[in-house]
């Protein structure tokens, strides 16, 4: 089992915060709107806390607000805002600051995702898998890998 902080609690950040609590790990969520907790509780038995999650409200630019989510003690960090820059500076403070053993980090644009993949993060890039997706549908030579 592991601890993972995972910054950004919206369509992407919500449901991997809750399949990983399922699983049996330990998570933090760390988001700057209050009301993103609903996402946390929806389709639950228990509220997100009952259930054994943690939730807190904070900007995850801001040094405190890493360190009361828990990032001191995180194996894993996810970077999962709706911003390209937050998450890369947060995921480099993460590696940085904190030494967290592994960032993944969500990256929309693929040459910067292909950029800061060639620096040594683990990038996700929703838009290269639709790009990839798309192709393979159209039957494109190469499309596949």
């Not at 993103?36 to 259930?51: F, I, V």
């Not at 999962?80 to 592994?102: C, E, S, W, Y």
Request: glycine share 12%; with cysteine.
């Amino acid at each position: 089992m592991s601890f993972v902080l995972i910054v950004g609690s919206g369509r992407v950040g919500s449901i991997v915060a809750r399949d990983l609590l399922a699983a049996g790990h330990e998570v933090s969520v760390l988001d700057g709107d209050p009301l993103s907790h609903e996402r946390l509780d929806a389709g639950q038995e228990s509220t997100w806390e009952g259930a054994g999650g943690r939730f807190t409200i904070g900007q995850a630019i801001e040094r405190d607000a890493l360190v009361e989510a828990g990032i001191e003690r995180a194996d894993v960090f996810i970077a999962a805002t709706n911003g390209d820059n937050t998450n890369l500076t947060i995921a480099q403070i993460a590696q940085k600051m904190f030494n967290v053993p592994r960032v993944l980090v969500r990256v929309m644009d693929p040459a910067r995702a292909e950029w800061y993949g060639s620096q040594g993060m683990e990038i996700i890039c929703p838009t290269s898998y639709a790009v990839t997706m798309f192709e393979t549908a159209l039957g494109l030579p190469g499309a596949d890998g």
